[in-house]
C-alpha cells in the first residue's frame, strides 16, 4: 500500500481522469467528408498513437479528407491504438443534414458500425459493453478513488459491517453520479476534487486513532458522505467521455456498473492478501506506515486541490 501511494504523488492533478481524445468528422457534401484530432494537451500528435480505419467503401483523398461514394460512411468505423496512450477515443461526426452522434472507442470497444446518416442503430449491448469497460477503467486507474475504498478497508476490516459502508459508498455515488449527469447538480470541478482529496485524509486519520470516534462507530454514514462527493467526480469523468443522447440511462447505468465490479475487484484482492498464510506476521507492522504514506500523499493532494480553489 505505501508503494501504491507513492506511485500516485507525481501527478496528482490528474490522479482520477482518463485520458481522452477527439475526432471530428464532418460531411461538406453527400459522401464526401473531412476530420480532423481536436488539440492535444501534449506535444505530441494523436495521430501518432490513433490511426483511424475507415469503413471499406471510403478512401482517402487528401490528408484529412476521404470519400466515401453514393453509400456515404455507412460500415465498421475503428480505431487503432486506442487503450495504450489514450483509454477513450470520442469520434463527433456531424452528417450533412446537421445530425451529429458521438461516439465512443475503448480498448475493449475498438470499433462502431456507422450506417450513412444520422440514424444512430447501435445496440443495448455494445453500448453497455462499453461503459462497463470504461467504468472498470476508471475506477481502477483513479487512484484518489481507490485510496479512499482502501482507506474504508482499514478503517473497518474485513468484518460484516464491511458490507455496509461499501454498500452506503456506493449507493451515495451512485445518486450523485446520476443527479449530475441528468443536470440536476452543477458544481466546479476544483472543489469537488479539493473535497476528494480531503476525504482520503480524514478516513486515513480516523483509521489510525485507537479511541472510538463517529467514523468508527458509523463507518457507514462517513462513507455515504463523502460518498457523495466521489459520485460527482465519477460524472466528471463520465461527462469527459461523452454519453450517447437515445441511450443515456443505458450508458449512466452500465459505467456505474463498471465502477462498482472494478471497486470490488479491488476489496477481493485486498481480502486474498489478508488471508495469505504469513498475512499477520508482515501486514500487522505495515498497516501504520501504509496509512501515513496514504496520508501524506493525501495531505499533498489536498493542499494543491484547494490553493486551486482559492487561486
Same mark, same amino acid.
Given at each position: 500500500?505505501?508503494?501504491?501511494?507513492?506511485?500516485?504523488?507525481?501527478?496528482?492533478?490528474?490522479?482520477?481522469?482518463?485520458?481522452?481524445?477527439?475526432?471530428?468528422?464532418?460531411?461538406?457534401?453527400?459522401?464526401?467528408?473531412?476530420?480532423?484530432?481536436?488539440?492535444?494537451?501534449?506535444?505530441?500528435?494523436?495521430?501518432?498513437?490513433?490511426?483511424?480505419?475507415?469503413?471499406?467503401?471510403?478512401?482517402?483523398?487528401?490528408?484529412?479528407?476521404?470519400?466515401?461514394?453514393?453509400?456515404?460512411?455507412?460500415?465498421?468505423?475503428?480505431?487503432?491504438?486506442?487503450?495504450?496512450?489514450?483509454?477513450?477515443?470520442?469520434?463527433?461526426?456531424?452528417?450533412?443534414?446537421?445530425?451529429?452522434?458521438?461516439?465512443?472507442?475503448?480498448?475493449?470497444?475498438?470499433?462502431?458500425?456507422?450506417?450513412?446518416?444520422?440514424?444512430?442503430?447501435?445496440?443495448?449491448?455494445?453500448?453497455?459493453?462499453?461503459?462497463?469497460?470504461?467504468?472498470?477503467?476508471?475506477?481502477?486507474?483513479?487512484?484518489?478513488?481507490?485510496?479512499?475504498?482502501?482507506?474504508?478497508?482499514?478503517?473497518?476490516?474485513?468484518?460484516?459491517?464491511?458490507?455496509?459502508?461499501?454498500?452506503?459508498?456506493?449507493?451515495?455515488?451512485?445518486?450523485?453520479?446520476?443527479?449530475?449527469?441528468?443536470?440536476?447538480?452543477? #458544481? &466546479? =470541478? *476544483?472543489?469537488?476534487? %479539493?473535497?476528494? !482529496?480531503?476525504? @482520503?485524509?480524514?478516513?486515513?486519520?480516523?483509521?489510525? /486513532?485507537?479511541?472510538?470516534?463517529?467514523?468508527?462507530?458509523?463507518?457507514?454514514?462517513?462513507?455515504?458522505?463523502?460518498?457523495?462527493?466521489?459520485?460527482?467526480?465519477?460524472?466528471?469523468?463520465?461527462?469527459?467521455?461523452?454519453?450517447?443522447?437515445?441511450?443515456?440511462?443505458?450508458?449512466?447505468?452500465?459505467?456505474?456498473?463498471?465502477?462498482?465490479?472494478?471497486?470490488?475487484?479491488?476489496?477481493?484482492?485486498?481480502?486474498?492478501?489478508?488471508?495469505?498464510?504469513?498475512?499477520?506476521?508482515? #501486514? &500487522? =507492522? *505495515?498497516?501504520?506506515? %501504509?496509512?501515513? !504514506?496514504?496520508? @501524506?500523499?493525501?495531505?499533498?493532494?489536498?493542499?494543491? /486541490?484547494?490553493?486551486?480553489?482559492?487561486?
Amino acid at each position: 500500500m505505501a508503494a501504491l501511494a507513492v506511485s500516485a504523488s507525481p501527478a496528482p492533478a490528474a490522479a482520477h481522469e482518463m485520458s481522452m481524445a477527439e475526432m471530428e468528422v464532418r460531411e461538406i457534401a453527400p459522401g464526401e467528408l473531412l476530420w480532423q484530432w481536436s488539440a492535444s494537451s501534449d506535444k505530441r500528435p494523436m495521430g501518432d498513437d490513433l490511426v483511424p480505419r475507415w469503413p471499406s467503401v471510403c478512401t482517402a483523398s487528401g490528408p484529412n479528407a476521404i470519400r466515401c461514394g453514393s453509400e456515404g460512411l455507412k460500415g465498421t468505423l475503428a480505431m487503432e491504438g486506442v487503450g495504450k496512450r489514450y483509454s477513450a477515443a470520442l469520434v463527433k461526426i456531424v452528417w450533412l443534414d446537421g445530425g451529429t452522434h458521438v461516439y465512443t472507442l475503448t480498448a475493449s470497444q475498438p470499433s462502431v458500425e456507422l450506417f450513412g446518416s444520422a440514424d444512430d442503430r447501435r445496440g443495448g449491448g455494445e453500448i453497455a459493453r462499453a461503459y462497463v469497460g470504461l467504468g472498470i477503467q476508471h475506477i481502477l486507474g483513479g487512484i484518489d478513488h481507490l485510496l479512499f475504498v482502501v482507506g474504508l478497508l482499514f478503517l473497518v476490516g474485513f468484518c460484516r459491517r464491511l458490507i455496509g459502508t461499501i454498500s452506503a459508498f456506493t449507493l451515495a455515488h451512485s445518486l450523485t453520479l446520476g443527479c449530475s449527469v441528468f443536470g440536476w447538480i452543477t #458544481l &466546479r =470541478p *476544483a472543489p469537488v476534487e %479539493a473535497c476528494i !482529496a480531503l476525504s @482520503i485524509l480524514l478516513v486515513a486519520g480516523e483509521a489510525l /486513532r485507537q479511541r472510538d470516534t463517529l467514523a468508527r462507530r458509523l463507518p457507514a454514514l462517513v462513507s455515504f458522505l463523502f460518498g457523495l462527493v466521489h459520485g460527482l467526480g465519477f460524472a466528471g469523468a463520465l461527462k469527459s467521455v461523452g454519453l450517447p443522447e437515445r441511450h443515456l440511462p443505458l450508458a449512466l447505468l452500465t459505467f456505474n456498473v463498471g465502477v462498482e465490479l472494478g471497486q470490488l475487484l479491488v476489496v477481493g484482492l485486498a481480502y486474498g492478501v489478508v488471508r495469505l498464510p504469513l498475512s499477520e506476521r508482515w #501486514l &500487522r =507492522p *505495515a498497516r501504520r506506515p %501504509a496509512l501515513y !504514506a496514504v496520508g @501524506i500523499v493525501a495531505a499533498y493532494w489536498s493542499w494543491q /486541490r484547494v490553493a486551486a480553489v482559492v487561486l
